[in-house]
């Protein structure tokens, strides 16, 4: 019976080991042969945002830096945005409306017929006044979007992004913590982008 349990054992962790060479060779041959992405993008933003009974219109514009790795079928990387924002309602009580905004996330897409393209992505967010520097908000932003590639490495694209401020920070107080009236920002983008691979 023990040299039954010892042989078992033994073949199991050689077949798990030889499992595990075979998926970690793939895995390393596939980033081999990605390129690196470097994508800067321009947004124009179109929204509506709810903040407990309060509700208005959101517009701005965002820069973006994507930077990644990509194949001739998919592609995944890191997300930096930095915008600015005019909220048509009092957001806060002090009644401020233009906000600078942005953040940084990942994101995972693919592309289709060397034209079109499809992504989703994570944006950790934050949000401040530009006439009170001491109060912030941070969130979490989930974006999907397709492309289209009208001239050599230049796309079209937009997305539906959805917005959650969950957390405040005051330079006042020093602290940070939740807030009693989550801020949600729901809105689309048309943006222009230029892909470059190295």
């Known amino acids: 019976m023990n040299i039954l349990k010892e042989y078992t054992v033994k073949h199991t962790n050689k077949n798990f080991y030889l499992l595990t ?20 993008h321009f947004s124009s933003v179109t929204a509506k945002f709810t903040r407990g009974d309060k509700e208005g219109d ?32 009092n957001l806060t009580d002090n009644a401020y409306s233009h906000f600078s905004g942005g953040g940084v996330g990942t994101f995972i897409g693919f592309h289709f017929f060397e034209r079109v393209r499809i992504w989703s992505g994570y944006l950790n967010s934050a949000l401040e006044s530009n006439t009170n520097s001491s109060q912030r908000f ?11 590639r009208v001239w050599q490495n230049v796309l079209i694209n937009y997305s539906y992004f959805n917005n959650y401020f969950t957390q405040e920070e005051s330079d006042i107080t ?25």
């Open 21 to 40: 060479t075979i998926i970690l060779s793939l895995f390393f041959s596939e980033i081999t042969h990605a390129s690196f992405l470097v994508e800067p």
């Open 174 to 198: 020093g602290k940070t913590g939740s807030i009693d009236e989550v801020i949600r920002v729901v809105g689309s983008k048309i943006s222009v982008s230029a892909i470059f691979i190295f």
């Open 58 to 89: 959101v517009s701005g514009e965002v820069s973006g830096l994507r930077l990644g790795y990509s194949d001739t079928n998919f592609m995944i990387g890191l997300n930096f945005e930095k915008g600015h924002y005019t909220y048509d309602s």
């Open 138 to 148: 941070f969130g979490q932003q989930v974006e999907i979007g397709v492309g289209y």
